[in-house]
């Protein structure tokens, strides 16, 4: 069964910080996703990743994958508290699942 | 515009009575999904269609079930909603099952059962 973990759940920065998300997978998957989740609200598409070192940046936010060691990062440079929300990676193999959720919060 | 539509966006039901949720489409799709999302949880995935071909997770309570009509449409039925069942319901899409290609998500119904 497909595994994926997220860390942390919780991330509490100060603004102009920079911080990584991690997401590992069990899966032999090439194909990561990221999604903004607002409270109350739906998934909003951030990044989708394709391809081993794969790398996109939008903003303050960068997400890369590696396959080979199944891990996607999600930096964040010099935080703003517009980023304040919940982050899930996603790895879609015959379906698509969801790490479990890092709820950041940026303070400041 | 939204490409994936949920209605409605809040729904109470009655413990009990029987609810539906819907989804619509316009981006000619061929796989739809539905998650349920607990507060402060991640989605969890219920079932897939792609295209007629219904797929069930293995530990979806059978109290939950779908319909694909056509394309664009695909409902969620709950037969006898339970206290448990209060969640944000979220419906996707996507072209494929594999290939890489992203999902994209409606606004979600949040069910509350009173």
């Known amino acids: 069964e497909l595994k994926v973990e997220q860390n942390p759940l919780f991330l509490s920065m100060q603004e102009g910080k920079n911080y990584t998300i991690y997401c590992n997978y069990s899966t032999t998957s090439d194909r990561l996703y990221w999604y903004r989740q607002d409270p109350g609200k739906s998934l909003e598409s951030l990044f989708v990743?394709?391809?081993?070192?794969a790398v996109k940046q939008e903003g303050r936010l960068m997400a890369s994958l590696d396959t080979k060691a199944r891990l996607s990062t999600l930096h964040i440079t010099a935080a703003v508290h517009d980023l304040s929300a919940t982050y899930f990676c996603a790895v879609a193999d015959t379906d698509m699942r969801f790490g479990a959720g890092t709820r950041l919060t940026v303070k400041p | 515009d939204a490409m994936v539509i949920q209605n409605p966006r809040y729904q109470v039901t009655q413990f009990g009575k029987p609810v539906t949720l819907s989804c619509s489409q316009t981006?000619?799709?061929?796989?739809m999904y539905w998650y349920q999302q607990k507060s402060s949880q991640a989605p969890k995935l219920l079932f897939h269609y792609y295209d007629k071909d219904f797929n069930n997770e293995a530990d979806t309570p059978d109290n939950f079930q779908s319909r694909r009509p056509n394309t664009s449409f695909c409902f969620l039925d709950i037969r006898s909603p339970g206290l448990g069942d209060a969640a944000m319901y979220l419906c996707a899409t996507s072209r494929a099952r594999t290939g890489g290609t992203e999902a994209f998500f409606g606004q979600g119904t949040r069910l509350t059962v009173v």
């Open positions: 990743l394709l391809s081993n070192g």
């Open positions: 981006l000619n799709h061929n796989v």
